[in-house]
């Protein structure tokens, strides 16, 4: 995982997740307080089974095994495509963060309030320290409009519009289809889309982003209980190599700091050209809700 990570901007981790987990995942989804047409925001604040499940192994593992030991959660989000809620979304990169409070600070720019909660866009060094787990609750296949990315991208800082343009042109798009079960972890300056589901069941999908430290200028995260953090040291950075310990000890899976070792599947790119087709617009207004 280390690896594709660092040069491609993701990877896929097949079977993370027991089906016992699975089970309780889809019941806290059912659960939740406030939901839109399309997904939910604020996972950590509205379900103690969510906030836990990101904290706990093997969830929390993979963060570690992106970040370091000191990774935490900073916010959680649904994505939901069904019938009644079935978008498109262009290329774009992941550049938005939930804050506590509005601060004005030095390269943090476009403020916003998002179902009541302040949004900005911070500097690109930021979401560098960042990644984000998707974990699937249902299987995706090409049939399902799943996340498509362009491999590499992540390494480029933020992209205007003409050089999203030209990566797209020059870059092989990958369709990460995955089964239910299955975690995508992701960069978020990864340049990713999706296209309308073409059979419209259920897609949900649970998607947590970490951090590995403070905000700068007295920002605080929005979704992060406790603003403390240990000094990160070398012995912290061994959680890179942690094994998986899944929430029912139904499954193990190998350390992640060798990809070859860790018996990771390894990613199959295929080529798929990009619909053309619009649809309806979705009530539920993320940044870009893939």
């Known amino acids: 995982m ?10 896929i981790v097949e079977g993370a997740l027991s089906h016992p987990d699975l089970e309780e995942l889809r019941g806290a989804v059912a659960r939740l307080p406030s939901r839109h047409r399309g997904g939910a925001r604020n996972l950590l604040q509205h379900s103690e089974f969510i906030a836990a499940m990101a904290t706990a192994q093997p969830v929390k593992a993979l963060a570690d095994a992106a970040l370091g030991a000191d990774a935490f959660p900073v916010r959680a989000l649904l994505f939901d495509k069904a019938r009644a809620a079935n978008w498109k979304v262009p290329w774009h990169q992941d550049t ?40 699937h609750l249902d299987h ?41 079960g299955d975690v995508l972890v992701l960069r978020p300056l990864l340049l990713h889309a999706s296209s309308p589901a073409q059979s419209p069941s259920h ?25 403390t953090f240990p000094a990160t040291t070398a012995d912290s950075r061994k959680s890179r190599s942690a094994a998986f310990m899944p929430l029912h000890g139904s499954n193990s899976l190998p350390a992640l700091q060798n990809p070859k070792a860790s018996g990771l599947p390894t990613l199959k790119r295929r080529k798929r050209r990009a619909s053309s087709r619009s649809c309806p617009a979705t009530a539920f207004d993320l940044q870009a809700s893939p």
């Open 203 to 227: 897609r949900r999908v649970i998607q947590v982003e970490y951090a590995c430290g403070p905000l700068p200028a007295g920002l605080r995260w929005f979704e992060r209980p406790t603003q």
């Open 2 to 11: 280390a690896y594709s990570l660092i040069n491609d901007g993701f990877a």
């Open 140 to 180: 995706c296949g090409l049939e399902n409009g799943p996340l498509r990315v362009l491999p590499g991208s992540h390494r480029h800082g933020k992209l205007d519009e003409e050089e999203i343009e030209h990566w797209r042109r020059t870059t092989e798009e990958v369709s990460c289809c995955v089964a239910q």
């Open 96 to 135: 938005a963060i939930a804050v506590a409070e509005r601060m004005d600070a030095p390269g943090f720019m476009g403020w916003s309030v998002k179902d009541g909660v302040t949004h900005v866009h911070p500097p690109a060094d930021i979401l560098e320290r960042m990644v984000a787990l998707r974990i």
